[in-house]
């Protein structure tokens, strides 16, 4: 399920408090660093299977997209981490861009996974956009 999870187009809607772009003085480049801080934070909560974090990052109407068309909720990925059959060495990204388009953002960025579901090792690069 992971490789299929994070091989993926993800939308990562977030609580609008949490948000600086949703602010109607917000500039660019504060929505573009906030939106990169966000995102870096969502990625550190899923390395941890911290499902509190992911709780309060991602809206209640998030929505992951696989490559293949598969949609996961909110519900399920937060299931998914409290459940921990996968533990992360590595689950980083790097090369990080952030465009802004009005009160839309995205994030690509090339992601490092590298650990184990249950007890099978995985040790991968992929490229993932996620919408803010």
Not at 31 to 37: G, L, Q
Not at 65 to 73: A, D, I, L
């Amino acid at each position: 399920m992971l490789k299929s999870l994070l091989c993926a187009l993800l939308l990562l809607p977030v609580a609008e408090s949490a948000l600086a772009i949703t602010q109607p003085d917000c500039s660019a480049a504060h929505a573009m660093t906030s939106v990169a801080a966000l995102d870096t934070e969502y990625q550190a909560a899923v390395k941890r299977n911290d499902s509190a974090a992911m709780d309060r990052l991602l809206a209640d109407d998030f929505v992951l997209v696989t490559g293949k068309g598969t949609v996961y909720s909110k519900a399920a990925l937060l299931a998914d981490a409290r459940a921990a059959h996968t533990h992360f060495e590595h689950q980083e990204d790097s090369r990080q861009t952030v465009r802004v388009w009005g009160h839309t953002a995205v994030v690509t960025a090339l992601l490092w996974l590298k650990g184990n579901t249950d007890g099978r090792p995985f040790d991968y690069r992929l490229w993932f956009s996620d919408t803010y």
